[in-house]
């Protein structure tokens, strides 16, 4: 299983990239909210290191190695919890994330059927079911600032976990420990960092 590919980039497609590893050379595809932030990662020689997702898509008489990069691991993650969606397959999640994940995941909180719709591909039932299966679960997502993430740390507790996390999202320590101070101050209980991620997230969107 391919997990991390990282080369030269010698061919571009508007959702696709082609690289170099050196004489042998492969496909990613790439979703429309990741491609927005290639040309700021790749490095002054052309070179660019993406994580991958790696599935093979199924035919009548083959079956073909399919790579999908992400960035950063927090836009793999959304793949991932996205396609749980009953019907959205890597496929279609490839061509409906033409947003930015961050407007995606405060659709799906919000219950917002008209944005989800107007991503390609997703029609009204669909849309119900990406709210059934993931509304309250993305709002760590609804975090991303700009594209501006990075690769999460293992921490000691949740809420170290937590501020690492919003620190990799670009937000100032003050202002994230104060946003993660604040929802343990009416929310003693909160037993994960996912938990605890999406009320800080509630209460940003609540406070705007």
Do not use: W
């Not at 749980?84 to 999640?93: E, H, L, M």
């Amino acid at each position: 299983m391919i997990s991390r590919i990282s080369g030269l980039i010698t061919e571009k497609g508007p959702n696709y990239l082609v690289l170099d590893l050196g004489g042998l050379s492969y496909e990613v595809f790439i979703p429309a909210c990741v491609m927005q932030g290639v040309e700021a990662a790749t490095k002054p020689d052309g070179k660019i290191s993406l994580l991958t997702y790696h599935y093979y898509q199924v035919e009548q008489t083959k079956s073909t190695p399919i790579l999908i990069g992400f960035l950063y691991q927090v836009e793999k993650d959304f793949f991932e919890i996205f396609i749980t969606v009953s019907g959205i397959g890597p496929r279609a999640a490839l061509k409906a994330l033409n947003r930015p994940i961050s407007l995606i995941a405060k659709a799906i909180d919000e219950g917002d059927l008209v944005s989800l719709k107007s991503l390609p591909g997703i029609g009204e039932q669909r849309a119900k079911e990406i709210v059934a299966k993931l509304q309250n679960k993305v709002g760590k997502f609804g975090l991303i600032q700009d594209h501006a993430v990075g690769e999460k740390v293992v921490a000691k507790n949740i809420t170290e976990e937590a501020l690492d996390v919003l620190l990799q999202l670009e937000y100032k320590r003050s202002e994230a420990l104060g946003m993660i101070k604040k929802v343990l101050e009416v929310n003693s209980q909160v037993k994960t960092t996912e938990e605890l991620l999406n009320l800080v997230y509630k209460q940003k969107r609540d406070n705007s």
